[in-house]
Nanobody, 118 residues
Framework: QVQLVESGGGLVQAGGSLRLSCAAS????????MGWYRQAPGKQRELVAT???????NYADSVKGRFAISRDNAKNTVYLQMNSLEPEDTAVYYC????????????WGKGTTVTVSS
């Protein structure tokens, strides 16, 4: 089992930046992929960015060029640097850990709220 704790959310003006952190209770070297997802009010949860064990990253088109996912294996922590924030980025951001490419071994954090004012 993996516990994930997100932090770093808050209120920011459009054009501003935030960095989200996700601390995992398990070594990142044993986790197949870590990711950030978000859910805006009235919308389904959607992928924001992922980083695989080999370092490959994947981003939603809506955040490419503005967001960057990274990890610090020594701290078992994954980050999401968010720049040029837009009101449309307002959502609860969730950290996700997949222990395998497929299957049920998937864990979620409780989320951190990001609010971008116009």
């Amino acid at each position: 089992q993996v516990q994930l704790v997100e932090s770093g959310g808050g209120l920011v003006q459009a054009g501003g930046s935030l960095r989200l952190s996700c601390a995992a209770s398990k070594s990142l070297s044993s986790i197949y992929a870590m990711g950030w997802y978000r859910q805006a009010p009235g919308k389904q949860r959607e992928l924001v960015a992922t980083i695989a064990i080999g370092g490959n990253t994947n981003y939603a088109d809506s955040v490419k060029g503005r967001f960057a996912i990274s990890r610090d294996n020594a701290k078992n922590t994954v980050y999401l640097q968010m720049n040029s924030l837009e009101p449309e980025d307002t959502a609860v951001y969730y950290c996700n850990a997949k222990l395998a490419p497929v299957g049920p071994l998937e864990y979620w954090g409780k989320g951190t709220t990001v609010t971008v004012s116009s």
